[in-house]
């Protein structure tokens, strides 16, 4: 089956440092790759996706690389801010071969970041 | 674009009432929704999924006649908790998506209180 493993949390960091948080998967078929971020009392929001491998997907100074080889898409900063600080989700959404997408995505268990001033 | 409106936020209701939730697809047409519920502190579970105009599927363990979901149009997915109980308080999440392999879209979530 399909399963999305993130670092465990919480992540404290300083105003300005780099962020790494790492998410490996595995996955039958065609995963695409998501990360989603939560706000405290707020639902997920898309944060950035990857289709296919070495694929980089960015946003708001946060990026990720779809390594199919190393089947990783971890996601780095580099440079946060405290208003950065949130749950971050790694997901994916697979395909099988040939077929159509069932749309599903599988979680990670959640990473928190607290960033400092 | 692609936004997602949940409602309510938070409801507060006494053991045995039902609660309806409402998730809608404010800008986009939505073939697909989703039920997710949320733990403190804890991932998302999927609780179904539904498609216009189509029964909801169920993922295991998780009671179809507790959780009634309804999909009538393109842009509006309903959640039911009925005859609702304490453990049955938690935060639920729905998403909508355009098509398969398109990203979910989320909203921001009810706070579910059973007193």
């Known amino acids: 089956g399909n399963s999305v493993t993130q670092m465990e949390g919480p992540v404290t960091l300083s105003e300005e440092a780099f962020l790494t948080i790492n998410c490996t998967y595995t996955?039958?078929?065609?995963?695409?790759l998501f990360w989603y971020v939560q706000y405290p009392g707020e639902g997920l929001q898309l944060l950035l996706k990857?289709?296919?491998?070495?694929d980089k997907g960015s946003n708001k100074g946060f990026e990720a690389t779809y390594r199919k080889e190393t089947t990783s898409f971890h996601l780095e900063k580099g440079s946060v801010q405290v208003s950065d600080s949130a749950v971050y989700f790694c997901?994916?959404?697979?395909?099988?071969?040939?077929?159509?997408?069932?749309?599903?995505?599988?979680f990670g268990q959640g990473t928190i970041l607290t960033v400092h001033p | 674009g692609a936004v997602v409106s949940q409602h309510p936020s938070r409801v507060i209701c006494k053991s045995g009432t039902s609660v309806k939730i409402e998730c809608r697809s404010l800008?986009?047409?939505?073939?697909?929704m989703f039920w997710y519920r949320q733990f403190p502190k804890k991932s998302l579970m999927l609780m179904a999924t539904?498609?216009?105009?189509?029964?909801?599927?169920?993922e295991q363990g998780v009671e179809k006649d507790k959780f009634l979901i309804n999909h009538a149009s393109l842009t509006l997915s309903t959640l039911t908790v009925t005859s609702a109980h304490p453990e049955d308080s938690s935060f639920y999440i729905c998403?909508?998506?355009?098509?398969?392999?398109?990203?979910?879209?989320f909203g921001d979530g009810t706070r579910l209180s059973i007193l």
């Open positions: 998403s909508a998506q355009t098509g398969g392999g398109q990203p979910q879209h």
């Open positions: 997901a994916l959404s697979a395909v099988p071969a040939g077929g159509t997408s069932y749309g599903k995505l599988t």
């Open positions: 990857a289709t296919k491998a070495d």
């Open positions: 800008d986009f047409q939505a073939t697909t």
């Open positions: 539904s498609n216009e105009g189509s029964k909801a599927t169920y």
């Open positions: 996955a039958t078929g065609y995963p695409s």
